[in-house]
């Protein structure tokens, strides 16, 4: 408790000028409530905030404006975010994205902590993370405002400043310092935001939005009773605690509160947390809820498919080819060995891949380490310069001594959470088996040295099962490292601290089966699956838990062509979806049920009659298809002309 005294916001000189801000406010809000009987028994709306907006993709001019609330019930904060009726910013997003995004009745007891960007050009904006490291999209405050929201939350709940970083503040946090884990996250910086504040809402808005907002505050605050949800904490399991392992759990609790992001009806009630086993890799989803029921459902009518796969397959869906042989590849190559026509290879390796003994060369073309135009001579170049490129950089780490690691929190932490993954990272390979294995060392070095190569983003959880595979082919430490870094450029956006990138992805797949199969999205908007969260691991690691280890390099080398479209492993996911329709609309799966029938599809995906699903849905799709996915979504590479969020530093617009 003395911990948490010394970092508190009383000694903050802008949180203390806040104060009477916030108090100002407070008044204002209860002078309004106190007496009116459109909030539920005992409720009063202690904040409210007008304008306050969420950005669903990573283009600029697609925004949400809503009402930003903090109410009180008893002794239970709660935070609500409702987007506004009839504005719309952009002819892309329709009324039912917007209800996607809603935020109902959350408590402050199922907060972790509050992340802070006030840069000195641009907007500010919040980020708020959950118990179990779910982050809700930046919520952008274009009239400011953040200093008063964080003084407002003080006055109700424990709120402390993270002693690692500043703009963090932990809330309900008694712990010890160690236990602080989501202030000490090393994931990458969220993005700023380049754009006009949106316009302005009239003060006087009509009955009908404000009466839907009483209506939808009745229903989303749960009768607490006047007493906060108690919060066990194990310190063993805290200290490991991150975004990626805690978003997996498959639990009412967890389903309950990510599906606050998106769905459009509240559910009441909360479920305990499972503790996982302590052995399991911490991107692994538990295989049963603990209110998941064993007997056999009952089997309803199914809408037909709109898109029948059988005539998908017969009419675009070409059949898969063997793997690329040596033979066959000295054909793409001139005597210098450039690729000839790189359009041809990505094509043939589209559609069957490449045999083992090469891969090396290939990923390393493929990955865009050596480029199409590069010849033998300039890749034997290339390796030997960036070579020592790498061992200048593994030396910055390398050659901290023992003192500086004890003052070096991020460093001491990112090693500790490296080692830890990498000793359960594919260890039922020969290549990875056994104590003491020289490649699982490789492992370690490799991601700490990127950690400092690339010291905004740092580690997070999944890179190490990205690295496996890539190791396994080069077996080399540099260029493993350096393509490793290539397929970060694309996919790095998975890891944002804000979880941008992953949204932009789960907002796409929704679109895209709306558009393919609409019973099938029906289904999931009416069973409280809308948010797609059920194809999160998917999506973060590229299907590597979902396949053998042969058949994830294999559709990583398809993917990595780009050949039909850059992301198409989107398409991978609905091909997934409508292989099972039948079985999951049919037994009436909800999202617990939803979410352990595809954690049980691991190693059991026919990877060729996906990848011709994927084909034929993605010809299919169109420019339709494009349209669904926001420009900038991973795995595409960054754009840059001015229209996109930086990717820079928080502080530079």
Not at 408 to 413: G, I, N, S
Not at 442 to 465: A, E
Not at 536 to 561: D, N, S
Request: net charge negative; glycine share 6%; charged share 25%.
């Amino acid at each position: 408790m003395q911990e948490a005294e010394l970092h508190d916001l009383s000694d903050d000189a802008d949180y203390a000028a806040s104060q009477q801000q916030g108090s100002a406010s407070i008044m204002r809000c209860d002078s309004g409530k106190k007496s009116s009987s459109s909030e539920p028994e005992g409720a009063q709306i202690v904040y409210l905030k007008d304008n306050v907006t969420i950005h669903p993709t990573q283009f600029a001019s697609e925004r949400i404006s809503g009402r930003l609330k903090l109410i009180k019930q008893g002794s239970s904060l709660f935070m609500t975010w409702i987007p506004y009726k009839g504005q719309s910013t952009n002819a892309r997003l329709s009324e039912k994205d917007r209800n996607l995004y809603t935020i109902r009745a959350v408590p402050f007891a199922d907060v972790r902590s509050i992340r802070r960007h006030t840069p000195a050009l641009g907007w500010q904006y919040i980020i708020v993370v959950l118990s179990f490291g779910l982050a809700f999209p930046p919520l952008y405050f274009y009239n400011g405002g953040v200093r008063e929201f964080l003084a407002t939350v003080k006055q109700h709940v424990l709120l402390v400043r993270s002693a690692e970083d500043a703009n963090v503040f932990l809330v309900n946090d008694f712990q010890n310092p160690l236990q602080r884990t989501l202030s000490s996250l090393e994931l990458p910086r969220a993005v700023s935001i380049a754009s006009v504040p949106s316009t302005p809402v009239s003060v006087g808005e009509s009955s009908s939005q404000q009466n839907e907002e009483r209506t939808d505050v009745r229903a989303s605050i749960p009768q607490y009773n006047g007493t906060q949800r108690q919060k066990g904490h194990d310190p063993a399991r805290d200290i490991s605690i991150q975004v990626l392992e805690k978003f997996s759990l498959v639990t009412k609790f967890a389903r309950e509160t990510t599906s606050q992001l998106f769905r459009e009806t509240h559910s009441n009630g909360f479920g305990p947390l499972e503790r996982r086993n302590s052995n399991q890799s911490a991107l692994d989803y538990s295989h049963k809820s603990s209110e998941y029921k064993e007997d056999v459902p009952v089997q309803s009518p199914v809408d037909p498919d709109p898109l029948e796969f059988d005539k998908l397959s017969l009419v675009w869906g070409k059949p898969r080819q063997p793997p690329l042989g040596l033979e066959e590849w000295a054909t793409f190559l001139d005597s210098e060995g450039r690729v000839v026509d790189p359009k041809a290879l990505r094509k043939r390796i589209f559609y069957g891949g490449v045999e083992h003994k090469f891969r090396k060369e290939v990923w390393a073309i493929l990955l865009g380490y050596h480029s199409y135009q590069s010849t033998y001579a300039e890749r034997e170049y290339q390796k030997s310069i960036k070579k020592t490129e790498y061992e200048t950089i593994k030396n910055q780490w390398q050659s901290i001594s023992p003192g500086q690691a004890k003052r070096f929190t991020k460093f001491r932490e990112r090693k500790g959470l490296i080692e830890k993954d990498v000793v359960r990272t594919d260890r039922s390979l020969s290549f990875y088996d056994g104590d003491d294995n020289p490649n699982v060392n490789l492992l370690r070095d490799i991601l700490l040295t990127y950690s400092f190569y690339n010291f905004g983003l740092g580690y997070c959880q999944g890179m190490s099962d990205l690295l496996s595979p890539i190791l396994f082919v080069m077996e080399d430490e540099s260029e493993s490292f350096w393509c490793f870094v290539a397929l970060m450029e694309r996919l790095g956006p998975n890891f944002n601290r804000d979880q941008n990138g992953m949204h932009s992805q789960l907002f796409a797949l929704s679109k895209l089966v709306e558009l393919l199969d609409r019973p099938l999205h029906k289904y999931f908007e009416q069973n409280d699956c809308l948010n797609y969260f059920f194809c999160f691991r998917w999506i973060l690691i590229q299907f590597k838990r979902e396949l053998e280890y042969e058949q994830t390099m294999r559709l990583w080398e398809v993917l990595w062509t780009h050949y039909l479209s850059e992301h198409l492993h989107l398409y991978v996911c609905v091909a997934i979806l409508k292989r099972y329709r039948g079985k999951i609309m049919g037994e009436q799966m909800d999202f617990d049920t939803l979410l352990k029938f595809i954690n049980e599809l691991s190693e059991q995906i026919e990877l060729d009659a996906i990848l011709r699903d994927a084909e034929a849905l993605c010809i299919c799709a169109g420019e339709n298809g494009a349209a669904c996915i926001p420009p900038g979504t991973p795995p595409s590479l960054p754009v840059d002309n001015g229209l996109f969020y930086s990717q820079q530093d928080d502080e530079v617009l």
